[in-house]
């Protein structure tokens, strides 16, 4: 018998910054276990990328650099969709459809868009201003039933399920699959070690709040090191009192798997110094096969490209199904072929 088909499970990065160990922890290292049980897609959105200024040759590093990261987590492009957004045409296409029916007052609303707007002074993008739409269409396009996504992505994540309701009420019901947030059962959400109330981030202004998966084991050590800790000198979980001590708990918790109770007393009578080189030392461990993995991918890029090429190629097959059946509904005349 059959098994009935696997639920489509679509994320994706942008490389806007170098991936950090939040991204590790919080994302990649769950993707590697999702894509035994779903039908997973992950690409790199190079083309939310540029909503922002970009350098050219950091932009073309940092997409290789992304699914060099994917693939050496333990992303495995035989038993998932791996590609590069911008290979796959479909987006930018369903993208501009979308917009004709997405209102300006819907994406004005967008907290994402009012604060990276107000960084662009006068001149603003209408990239920056329509990202959600070409996120909506990233998503739509595989009839897709789970995003995991982050909490400062919820909203855009709403806005898709909008855009197909009110497509399929317009067209057909079975336009879309109106997509859900998915909580993975397990999954960290990593702090930035200079400000533990902030979200560890890629595009940090501060490189010394995240750790990226590129960082040496020196850095690593350094920077863990000068991770900002908290008044009193007793290692106990208080995240609203001792947030840095928290997030360093939950490093480690998530590399190990064990549970923070279980580690907390585990130091009992130690100090933060005790706290922090061990904590290192685990990151250390931990990334360090990442990177070497990604190193050697990127050395010579031909086995990526050859990944990437049978990525796109097969996400592309699925887009244009969908692409297809939503210009035939809306009246425009398909191509024959
Ligand atoms: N906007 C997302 C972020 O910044 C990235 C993204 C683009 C995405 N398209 C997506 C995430 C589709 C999930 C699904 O994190």
Known sequence: MNASPKEVMLSAVTPSGLLTLGNYLGALKNWAHLQNDYDCLFFAVDLHAITTKQDPKELRDRTYRALANYIAAGVDPDHCTLFIQSHVPEHAELAWILNCHT??????????????????????????????????????????????????????????????IRMNHHFDEDLFQVPEVFIPPVGARIMSLQDPLAKMSKSDSDPHGSVYLSDSDDQIRKKIKRAVTDSGSEIIDDEQNKPGVHNLLTIQAAITGKKISEIVTSYAGKQYGHLKVETAELVVQALKPIREKSEEMLKDKTTLDTLLKKGAESASKRAAKTLKKVQDRMGLVLKKS
């Open 103 to 164: 209102y300006m007052g819907e994406l004005s609303r967008m907290t994402q868009y009012k604060d990276k707007s107000t960084k662009e002074g006068q001149s603003i993008p209408v990239g920056l201003f329509d990202y959600p739409v070409l996120m909506a269409s990233d998503i739509l396009l595989y009839q897709t039933n789970l995003v995991p996504v982050g909490e400062d992505q919820k909203q855009h994540l709403e806005l898709t399920r909008d855009l197909a």
